[in-house]
Structures are given as structure tokens and as C-alpha cells.
């Protein structure tokens, strides 16, 4: 699993509360990846990371922001959660020419 | 701007048998890559095969074989002698060739996903 765990697994939370999610990594990746997964879109990339405190947006970034002031965290924050965010949100690293996922969270917004 | 396409939702497949899940995409690189992920209803996301442009070869990994065009961008996924832990949603996805100081970061773009159930 190289070594990635996200945080929490599942979370219920209510429209306009803000929200993180946590991505740690043991294996001193330098690349990190946040996606979101809903029916009918496959993965889409919402932030990426290429070092510490080196970020930049993916396809789907409005409404998310994230943080990475250590090479083993990678944070994704809902800054005001809204009903379309509920998905299953997954963190990546990759080593070489290939991506690790970590086991997901699932999110509901209510 | 890369995309990926399945345009299978979903397949069946007797145990047993033989499926194959068809991806093309769309892209102006020259030079990257294309995978086959399962994910399974734990939710993981599992590595199944990959493909390096550059090379004619088709990948193949046990029951697990590809066909690549180049040409016709089209990357289908063939699975011989099905078995029920092979059940799972299959996504195709693509990469960019990924090289020192570039910028492509190893992002990866990702087709719908197709549901393969694997039936007794």
C-alpha cells in the first residue's frame, strides 16, 4: 500500500461546516496527489502537491484548498462544505511511473 | 487537456470465459502512459497493468493482457479465464510522460469505469 494512510475513513457533516481530510505517507514521497471519485466521472484530480509546501490545482479545485507543510502530510480542506462535495475522496503518491492510492474517505454532506 | 473514454458501464462475464474491456483516449503526447486499475467493493484501488507507449509490446500480466493501438488511441483491457474475485470496477487511465524537470508531475487522467460482474 506504500505506506499511505487517509484519514477518516468516513465522515458525515453538515452544509456551510469546514472540513479536512488528512493524507500521511511513511515513505518520503515527493509527490501527492488528492481525487475525487463519483458515479459516472471516474477519478478527477483536485490539488497535487510536488514537494513541501509546493502545490498547485487540478481540474476540480473550486471549493477545496489544500496544505502541505511536511513531506508526510498532505491536507484537503473543505473550506464550507456543500452537498455537491459528498464523494469518495482519495490521496495518491507516486513512485516512478506509477500511483499508490490510499483506501479512501468517504464523505457525506448533509 | 487529456481524456479518457469507456464507453462499456457496464459488462458480464461467465467464470471461466473471456472479456475484454475497451478504453480509447484522447491525447497529443507522444510519449506517456496507460493503466488498468480494479477497484473492488473494498474500495481499493488496485494496479492490474501498464503500458509504456514507446514500446509495440502489448503488456501482459498473467490472465490480464492489453491491446494497445497507438494509432487508433484505443487501449483495451482482455481478461482470460474470469473468476469471481476478478469482479470489480475496471478503470482505464492515462499518464504523461514523466521526466526530470518537466511539468506533467505524474498526473493521471481517468475514464468512467466500467462494473464487471463475474458470474458462477
Known amino acids: 500500500d506504500a505506506g499511505i494512510t487517509q484519514s477518516p475513513r468516513h465522515k458525515v457533516t453538515e452544509t456551510g461546516t469546514p472540513v479536512t481530510l488528512r493524507c500521511h505517507q511513511t515513505?518520503?514521497?515527493?509527490?501527492m496527489y488528492w481525487y475525487r471519485q463519483d458515479p459516472g466521472h471516474g477519478l478527477r484530480l483536485i490539488h497535487y502537491s510536488y514537494g513541501v509546501k509546493d502545490t498547485d490545482k487540478g481540474e476540480v479545485s473550486d471549493g477545496y484548498s489544500v496544505s502541505r507543510s511536511k513531506t508526510e502530510d498532505f491536507l484537503l480542506t473543505l473550506e464550507s462544505a456543500t452537498s455537491s462535495q459528498t464523494s469518495v475522496y482519495f490521496c495518491?503518491?507516486?513512485?516512478?511511473?506509477?500511483?499508490?492510492f490510499g483506501q479512501g474517505t468517504r464523505l457525506t454532506v448533509v | 487537456a487529456q481524456t479518457v473514454t469507456q464507453s462499456q458501464p457496464e459488462m458480464s462475464v461467465q467464470e471461466a470465459e473471456t472479456v475484454t474491456l475497451s478504453c480509447t483516449y484522447d491525447?497529443?503526447?507522444?510519449?506517456?502512459?496507460l493503466f488498468w486499475y480494479k477497484q473492488p467493493p473494498s474500495r481499493q484501488m488496485i494496479l492490474v497493468i501498464r503500458q509504456e507507449a514507446y514500446k509495440q509490446q502489448n503488456a501482459t500480466e498473467n490472465r490480464f493482457s492489453v491491446n494497445f493501438q497507438k494509432a487508433a488511441k484505443s487501449f483495451s483491457l482482455k481478461i482470460s479465464d474470469s473468476q469471481l474475485g476478478d469482479t470489480a470496477m475496471y478503470f482505464c487511465?492515462?499518464?504523461?510522460?514523466?521526466?526530470?524537470?518537466?511539468?506533467?508531475?505524474?498526473?493521471?487522467?481517468f475514464g468512467q469505469g466500467t462494473i464487471l460482474t463475474v458470474h458462477p
Open positions: 515513505e518520503n514521497h515527493r509527490y
Open positions: 491525447t497529443s503526447e507522444n510519449n506517456y502512459y
Open positions: 487511465a492515462f499518464m504523461k510522460h514523466v521526466f526530470a524537470g518537466g511539468t506533467s508531475y505524474g498526473k493521471l487522467t
Open positions: 495518491a503518491i507516486r513512485e516512478d511511473r506509477e500511483a499508490f
